[in-house]
């Protein structure tokens, strides 16, 4: 039986999930935020609350934008390097998606320099926040029970295919201001109040799914398609989370989704900083990742 190491960038939110997920043994590689003249590794010395107050508050916006930057390469050798020194037989890493940045791409390389001394598998998850985290946590328990990487990747692999992020960009300031919006669409969207409702597409690109008029609006039709996404599916087979930024547009979601029958059973996780600096302290939505029922085969 294979000894299995499972890492996660930091991306994944497990630092700020809730206290029961802690004790998994996974390692975190952490991505950078530069902001206010300083950097931060992400989950260690940077809180996500002081964070989005600090975007939601300060002056002058446009002119003091946060930045991202990837792990550098001797952030990612360490835990490999432990690992192997701990006598690990094989590693599991899971990324944040490759379309939000080099990160998935950097790791994947430098574990080819390791092929001779332990197998590494990079797993481009194609989402971020704490539905990526929730993967490596399952795996983690996986391999706790004893599963086989493969089996691990499958159970994963399948998670992955049935997962969403339906998230309310409540202000387009950010979208502009890191150009991600742009010109008449930059322009009409400010005038008309205009709020996407943004999810992850096939490729792992965060995308506007539709575009309403108002906060409040959005967040109505978010909670109408994510009653969709879930049918009538009982609440066992699947987790659902709050995910947001700041805390006001989160607090509106609260009040709005009683009328739509939309309940959360699990707690929220707040956004990723590494995320949340391109969206801005204006985003409240959700996570939802099924859960394989054992008479659903694993491959689609």
Known sequence: MSKIKIMCTSTGCIDYAPERYKNLGIDI??????????????????????????????????????STAMPDTAEIQAPIEKAIAEGYDEIIIYTLSSGLG??????????????????????????TCFGEGFLAITAARLAKEGKSSEEILKET??????????????????????????????????????????????????????????????????????????????????????????????KTLEEIEPKFGVKTNHEAVIMSPVSGCHNGPWLAGYGLVFLRRPDEALED
Not at 175 to 189: D, E, P, S, V
Not at 205 to 222: F, G, Q
């Open 29 to 66: 590689i952490r991505i950078h935020v530069i902001y206010d003249g300083k950097e931060y590794r992400e989950g260690l010395d940077l809180n996500p609350v002081e964070f989005y107050n600090y975007l939601e508050t300060i002056k002058d916006p446009k002119n003091h934008l946060p």
């Open 102 to 127: 080099g990160t998935f791409n950097k790791i994947d390389l430098i574990s080819h320099d390791y092929r001779d001394k332990i197998k590494i598998h990079v797993v481009d998850t194609k989402i």
């Open 157 to 250: 692999g399948w998670m992955m295919r049935h997962q969403e992020f339906l998230g309310v960009d409540g202000k387009l300031d950010y979208l502009i201001y890191n150009g991600r919006l742009k010109g008449g669409k930059a322009f009409m969207g400010q005038m008309l109040n205009i709020c996407p409702v943004v999810h992850f597409n096939q490729q792992g690109e965060i995308v506007a799914l539709e575009s309403v008029r108002t906060p409040k609006k959005a967040l109505a039709r978010t909670c109408e398609l994510l009653k969709g996404i879930i049918g009538e599916r009982d609440s066992k087979d699947y987790l659902l989370w709050h995910v947001y930024t700041g805390p006001s547009l989160i």
